[in-house]
């Protein structure tokens, strides 16, 4: 059962309008269905493919025969302005369809669940996102994305791959190769091909990326579980190219990243999801790249609108001291690097990028959850931060060109001091 009995309503007669006798290929699909179910012959499955009456065939979208992404597919359509705000109820219509599809689905995951990998189901929830602000508003449709959304979350890094993959498979991008395909004959595969494949990957989630934080900068920004589908794109299995993406397209709003009366649980939980491991030397994880380091290091400089508490604030600081405390133990190079990275961040910052250091160096766990907890126990504390301290400490830890030198030598004497302890 769909929601209410108008979503219901609306809900079915979406998959009855893909029967419709007005349209022969779809009639087609009616009589095959009617076969199937009267015991008659069975030459075929009929699919998309299986339709040449019409020129545009291979472009139009059915959603008969069901497929396994039968009811995900609903998520992912299309719904145009001109269709939204049109007289006959459009925005209302699509509302209903949308609450009918997700509500379908918070109960065969309850009782029956659909046999697709969570990434494919996260993508497909993901494009809810990009519908009309009118849809995203509806309490219901929120109650049911939030409630799939914990559901379908995982930090197993195959739900990233599977996600990518999906969002190709989904892609314009994707039909375009199809198409490129058949047209070409007697090409082997090739680590070439595969090549192409990965970049056009690539190409497909940038687009979709680059949707939906239009969507987020418009109006999704005020919708919390909008804010948490943009928190997936930070995570470590994404690729850094999406992460500085996301990063500096939210550039100006990353303070909405934030979730207003998260848990601490829940919050030491989505910044676990983005790194990698605690201190290299405890763990033997492996340690964040350069380039993921400037892309945090460059935000913190960018941005006015940080506190604190907010989550990128939190999670750039857990990549900055975890580099630093890392780079102090094993590498002058990396200690270099780490200099000019942060030269030009807020002395504010600078403190707690050394402060949150030394507590990484002095614990003895150096898992990647004590490194959180260190990192939000220090953050949520008021009484740490900079401008809490005296003005003699405000004034030692000055980060600026002019003494830049000199407090930099304080920071390593202070690190240097809790390897001692």
Known sequence: RAGGDGDADLFRSLFLGELSISSRDRKAQLEHSDKLFNKGPLNSLRCTADFSTTANAREERFFLPLGATWVLNVLSSTITSEEAHSEDGGITNATGIVAGALSILVQLEASCPLQVNAGTKLYHLCNVCLFPEEILRDDSIAASLSSLFKRYDSNDSTVVRDFIKECFHHSRLSRAKKSTDEESSGTDPSLAAEKLLLDDEMRA??????????????????????????????????????????????????????????????????????????????????????????????????????????????????????????????????????????????????????????????????????????????????????????????????????NESAVWKRALGHLDASETD
């Not at 993406?245 to 919050?267: H, Y």
């Not at 990549?319 to 133990?329: I, V």
């Not at 402060?355 to 740490?384: A, N, P």
Request: glycine share 6%; net charge neutral.
């Open 205 to 402: 989630l940038d687009d979709f990326v680059g949707d939906l934080c239009e969507s987020f900068i418009e109006y999704g920004g005020q919708y919390l579980i909008c804010a948490r589908f943009m928190r997936v794109f930070l995570r470590r299995d994404f690729p850094i190219k999406i992460t500085k993406s996301v990063t500096e397209k939210l550039q100006p709003i990353l303070n909405l990243l934030s979730i207003e009366d998260e848990t601490r649980d829940s919050l030491q939980l989505s910044l676990g999801q983005s790194m990698k491991g605690g201190l290299p030397s405890m763990d033997s994880s492996s340690r964040d790249s350069s380039a993921l380091l400037d892309v945090f290091a460059a935000a913190l400089k960018k941005v006015n609108k940080l506190t604190r508490t907010d989550y990128f604030y939190l999670l750039a600081i857990s990549f900055l001291s975890r580099n630093l405390a890392s780079s102090f133990q094993r590498c002058e190079c990396g200690l270099e690097a780490m200099k000019k990275r942060l030269s030009g961040v807020t002395s504010a910052t600078f403190f707690d990028v050394v402060h949150t250091s030394k507590q990484l160096l002095c614990d003895k766990k150096g898992t990647k959850e004590s490194m959180i907890g260190c990192v939000v126990e220090r953050c949520l504390d008021d009484s740490t931060d900079l401008q809490r301290q005296d003005k003699d400490t405000q004034q030692l830890w000055q980060w600026n060109p002019s």
